[in-house]
């Protein structure tokens, strides 16, 4: 069992910034694909970003393509979601999420096997 810690969500305003660490406790994540989903109130969690264990490859979200931008850091075993110029509708809770070793990244739920607890992002206009 995969164990995922994430960190550095928060309260800010429209335009600003926030830094999310994702971090495991056990089991080295540098042969798999990683990725961040979030889930705003009432709505299905959805896809944010995913990038390849390699880090050659990411893929985004339409919506925060830009702005948005996933990194890891395979000899801390942690992944990063940098987000700038945030909206309002990027409140959410964020989810790092470890998926497979394959060659492409997923973009649905069903390609990931471990999960971490979610942070709150909130953006206030």
């Known amino acids: 069992q995969v164990q995922l810690v994430e960190s550095g969500g928060g309260l800010v305003q429209a335009g600003g910034s926030l830094r999310l660490s994702c971090a495991a406790s056990?089991?080295?994540?540098?042969?798999?694909?990683l990725g961040w989903f979030r889930q705003a109130p009432g709505k299905e969690r959805e896809f944010v970003a995913g990038?390849?264990?390699?880090?050659?490859?990411?893929n985004y979200e339409d919506s925060v393509k830009g702005r948005f931008t996933i990194s890891r850091d395979n000899a801390k075993n942690t992944v990063y979601l940098q987000m700038n110029s945030l909206r309002p509708e990027d409140t959410a809770v964020y989810y790092c999420?470890?998926?497979?070793?394959?060659?492409?990244?997923?973009?649905?739920?069903?390609?990931?096997?471990?999960w971490g607890q979610g942070t709150q992002v909130t953006v206030s206009s």
């Open positions: 999420a470890v998926g497979s070793s394959s060659k492409d990244i997923g973009r649905t739920l069903s390609r990931y096997d471990y």
């Open positions: 990038i390849v264990w390699s880090g050659i490859i990411t």
């Open positions: 056990e089991r080295t994540l540098s042969r798999y694909n």
